[in-house]
């Protein structure tokens, strides 16, 4: 199994900074990359996929990149309705075996 | 708009059984692949089952396989997940999810249905 490791465990961030969060697979999944965002008592959202293409509706400030085993979700300028928790997925040996990260927090500074 | 409602959780003891069902509506419901999904207490994320389409693929997480069974009604619009022989450790929001393009990751989500596995 793939095994999805996100750093870090929380993020502090101030609004209007940047955060960056990383995402290491233990083996290459190529660009089979997804980030999600889940707010308390919602769903995970999709914000991207393919690594690096953002999902229909999901903001500019949003972007995502790396490839194989490291990858990054960037978000530009914090907003108010940006903090939550984020995941990663690969999904490179799907179906069946589409494995998450333990997330990471992104909290305000 | 797509819409995924799911239904049926609930308190259950070890053992024991429920049927999960997810209604879904605003999208061809026959044409998409499907999956359930659960997040334990401690907020990890697991891909449970999938089933094809037609229904005829079908993948089980290793934790699940041989107690959960996933099956659809395509003339309904429903997927559903039977869970059977429950343990502690099944404790979870079970999601279903829609894969819009069927390579693995999950354009649409439900709202969740709470399983809790206790004495």
């Known amino acids: 199994e793939v095994v999805m490791t996100q750093s870090p465990a929380t993020l502090s961030v101030s609004p209007g900074e940047r955060a960056t969060l990383s995402c290491r697979a233990s083996q290459s999944v190529s660009s089979n990359l997804a980030w999600y965002q889940q707010k308390p008592g919602q769903a995970p959202r999709l914000l991207i996929h393919?690594?690096?293409t953002r999902a229909t509706g999901i903001p500019a400030r949003f972007s995502g990149s790396g490839s194989g085993t490291d990858f990054t979700l960037t978000i530009s300028s914090l907003q108010s309705e940006d903090f939550a928790v984020y995941y990663c997925q690969q999904y490179n040996n799907w179906p069946p075996r589409g494995t998450f990260g333990q997330g990471t927090k992104v909290e305000i500074k | 708009q797509v819409q995924l409602v799911e239904s049926g959780g609930g308190l259950v003891k070890p053992g024991g059984s429920l049927r999960l069902s997810c209604a879904a509506s605003?999208?061809?419901?026959?044409?998409?692949?499907m999956s359930w999904i659960r997040q334990t207490p401690g907020k990890r994320l697991e891909s449970v089952s999938y089933?094809?389409?037609?229904?005829?693929?079908?993948f089980y997480a290793d934790s699940v396989k041989g107690r959960f069974t996933i099956s659809r009604d395509n003339a309904k619009n429903s997927l559903y997940l039977q869970i059977n022989s429950l343990r502690d450790e099944d404790t979870a929001v079970y999601y279903c999810?829609?894969?819009?393009?069927?390579?693995?990751?999950?354009?649409?989500w439900g709202q969740g249905t709470l399983v809790t596995v206790s004495s």
């Open positions: 393919g690594a690096s």
């Open positions: 999810a829609w894969d819009v393009r069927t390579r693995g990751f999950f354009d649409y």
């Open positions: 605003g999208f061809s419901f026959s044409d998409s692949s």
């Open positions: 089933i094809s389409r037609s229904g005829d693929t079908i």
